[in-house]
């Protein structure tokens, strides 16, 4: 069992940055992969970057490569997104998922975290 739980989101100006934590409990953190995943308004909950355990692959959306970062901190359990360049359109709620594997699907991540509201002003 994992619990997450994100911090960091708020409301920012185009342009801005933001980086988003995710903190993780128990002390199986560093054998799950970890994605970042966002939910706009009226919209589909869609994956914007992925994480292997031991940090050595990632993945990005083309929405976000060049601007977005993932990282995690095995010894501090916790996963972040830095969020550079942000556009009224990555306004989301923002959440952190665990799976057993990189994977790019919602639907093969099992642990979820509550979600953290990213808005960006124009």
């Known amino acids: 069992q994992v619990q997450l739980v994100e911090s960091g989101g708020g409301l920012v100006q185009a342009g801005a940055s933001l980086k988003l934590s995710c903190a993780a409990s128990g002390r199986t953190f560093s054998t799950y992969s970890m994605g970042w995943f966002r939910q706009p308004p009226g919209k589909e909950r869609e994956l914007v970057a992925a994480i292997s355990r031991d940090g050595g692959k990632t993945y990005y959306a083309d929405s976000v490569k060049g601007r977005f970062t993932i990282s995690r901190d095995n010894n501090k359990n916790t996963v972040y997104l830095q969020m550079n360049s942000l556009k009224p359109e990555d306004t989301a709620v923002y959440y952190c998922?665990?799976?057993?594997?990189?994977?790019?699907?919602?639907?093969?991540?099992?642990?979820w975290g509550q979600g953290t509201q990213v808005t960006v002003s124009s």
């Open positions: 998922a665990a799976s057993n594997r990189l994977a790019y699907s919602l639907f093969d991540y099992t642990y």
